[in-house]
């Protein structure tokens, strides 16, 4: 009866107060939780342990800014009432809305995620907030930033086993500069492969790395490569159709039908699937029947120079000094025959 006031009394202290209402909040609740040995056994046989772990919770960004009642805003009495979950999963998904209450915005991101589509269709598995965050022990997702993929590996191990050899993932836990799941995937509406939509804007994904001059000059990279690639006939037409939303599929290569998805290797490696020896299988699937000679009419990301496809950068120089020259003169043409015009008058 005492515990049961006290709680009360905690819930309702004034702003002010808050700072020591909830570490008063917190000491109530470790009164029986702080017990390692708390746990209930449900209906499906699997066990909860109810112990919390005070110093974990306290070296989380929760620790010390929100008491227990902030989160568990059901329990309003000591000792709480039996709660019907039969599996753990039940738990965890009666739970799962109390995060917005203080992380709306990015809650309302989760709506639009492939994982709360998955969830919508009733799939319990789906990852929920603590599934990611974790519940006592939350920590910055950035600290460090390899902790994310780590965190997604959970679900997803095929794909992070082949993303952990690929020339991203070997550098995961050396350097924040290599792309992790969230850098493509998004954090909170993550997006996932069948989303037609996020598939056409996976160039601009890859622009936002390779596009950046510290960053590309950091690993002796061209900054070219999304600039040549948007210059031929797959970027352009990709361009085209960036904002068409009627069709299903994608229309013309993009960067992952080349250079693969999560095992992308490094240009001049065995397996890379742009590497020459490999790059007439790469073409042949989109362009059924490519020959051996089919690649060479090709760009690839090279800028043309007298080096580099004479021929072409020929070519593009003629037409860059007579379309100039063509018009100049349909101009002066043009006003010299106004001029005759107004002289005759």
């Known amino acids: 009866?005492?515990?049961?006031?006290?709680?009360l009394l905690t819930l309702s202290l004034q702003p002010g107060q808050a700072a020591t209402g909830k570490a008063a909040d917190v000491e109530t609740c470790l009164a029986c939780h702080g017990d390692r040995s708390m746990a209930v056994t449900l209906p499906s046989g699997e066990i909860r342990s109810l112990y919390v772990d005070v110093a974990m919770f306290r070296a989380s960004v929760h620790g010390n800014k929100i008491g227990c009642a902030?989160?568990?805003?059901?329990?309003t009495a000591v000792p709480h009432e039996a709660r019907p979950f039969k599996t753990l999963r039940e738990f965890t998904v009666a739970y799962y809305e109390q995060c917005k209450r203080c992380h709306f915005d990015n809650y309302t991101k989760t709506l639009d995620s492939v994982h709360y589509q998955a969830l919508a269709r009733g799939d319990r598995t789906a990852p929920l907030c603590v599934d990611c965050h974790g519940a006592h022990d939350v920590k910055s997702p950035q600290k460090p930033k390899s902790q994310i993929s780590r965190?997604?590996?959970k679900c997803h191990e095929g794909?992070?086993?082949?993303?952990n050899k690929s020339v991203h993932g070997r550098f995961l836990e050396k350097s924040d500069d290599v792309p992790g799941c969230t850098d493509c995937h998004r954090s909170h509406d993550v997006a996932g492969p069948k989303d037609v939509n996020w598939q056409r804007r996976t160039p601009e994904l890859c622009r936002?790395?390779?596009e950046n001059k510290r960053l590309m000059a950091k690993y002796g990279l061209s900054t070219a490569v999304a600039q040549t690639y948007v210059a031929d006939f797959h970027g352009m037409t990709a361009t085209l159709h960036e904002t068409d939303t009627g069709r299903e599929v994608s229309v013309v290569a993009l960067c992952t039908d080349c250079h693969g998805v999560h095992d992308i290797a490094k240009v001049n490696e065995?397996?890379?699937?742009v590497l020459?020896?490999?790059l007439v299988e790469t073409?042949?699937?989109?362009?059924?029947?490519?020959?051996?000679?089919f690649p060479g009419a090709w760009m690839s990301h090279y800028e043309p120079s007298w080096k580099k496809a004479p021929l072409v950068y020929g070519v593009q120089l003629f037409y860059n000094i007579l379309i100039p020259f063509m018009i100049s003169g349909l101009v002066l043409q043009m006003l010299l025959h106004f001029w005759r015009v107004v002289v005759n008058r």
């Open 1 to 7: 009866m005492l515990s049961t006031l006290f709680l």
């Open 151 to 153: 965190t997604c590996a």
């Open 270 to 273: 065995p397996g890379s699937r």
């Open 70 to 75: 902030d989160c568990h805003q059901d329990m």
């Open 159 to 163: 794909v992070f086993t082949v993303y």
């Open 276 to 278: 020459r020896a490999n």
């Open 208 to 210: 936002g790395c390779h």
């Open 283 to 293: 073409c042949a699937r989109c362009h059924a029947g490519a020959t051996e000679n």
